[in-house]
């Protein structure tokens, strides 16, 4: 095999798992390729050379695309003389981790705690009113419980998230190993 051959499959294999890897975390496949792409690009790419390289349409290059700004993965750059629009990944992982995490956790706890919070409000109304049965009551009581526990625990999440922010995180987990000892 020839060196070109070598190093095209090394970064195929790479690209591959970036992009099963970032599924998991509900980022598609076509955005896990198109990510891969951009890192290993010498230079911001347009669209063209993107979908030309990949193989996909257009909507769904523009899709991954739009995808990966959102998350802060890729960002829109600035080449003088250029009239396209050039994307490249943004180089700190780590940030990278932040953010994705920040926008993904938020929007979770937000959604969940608005609407066990709503529950709430219902299962004391519930508790309150004489006319609920002893039975009724207790399982609402039992309801109440369990959601005010979660919503402890969506609020421990929330410091969680703070911290990545605030990168005060890194206090306690380095990105250099040899600070960890």
Same mark, same amino acid.
């Given at each position: 095999m020839n060196d070109i051959k070598i190093l095209e499959?090394?970064?195929a294999m790479v690209i591959e798992a970036l992009a099963?890897?970032?599924n998991l975390y509900g980022i598609t496949q076509s955005a896990g390729r198109l990510y891969g792409l951009l890192f290993f690009a010498n230079k911001p790419l347009t669209l063209d @050379?993107?979908?030309e390289e990949l193989g996909m349409s257009k909507t769904s290059m523009s899709v991954s695309v739009r995808s990966l700004l959102d998350l802060n993965m890729v960002e829109k750059v600035w080449v003088k003389? @250029?009239?396209k &629009?050039?994307?490249t990944i943004k180089e700190d992982w780590y940030q990278c981790f932040f953010d994705y995490f920040t926008?993904?956790?938020r929007a979770a706890i937000m959604m969940n705690s608005s609407t066990m919070e709503k529950?709430?409000?219902k299962l004391k109304q519930l508790i309150d009113d004489p006319n609920t049965s002893e039975e009724i009551r207790e399982s609402a009581m039992? &309801?109440?419980k369990k959601l005010e526990e979660r919503l402890n625990y969506y609020d421990w999440q929330d410091r969680l998230i703070d911290s990545f922010e605030t990168q005060e995180i890194l206090n306690f987990v380095p990105t250099d190993k040899k600070k960890d000892k």
């Open positions: 499959k090394s970064r099963q890897n970032m @050379e993107m979908k003389g @250029e009239r &629009d050039l994307y926008i993904k956790w529950s709430i409000a039992g &309801d109440l």
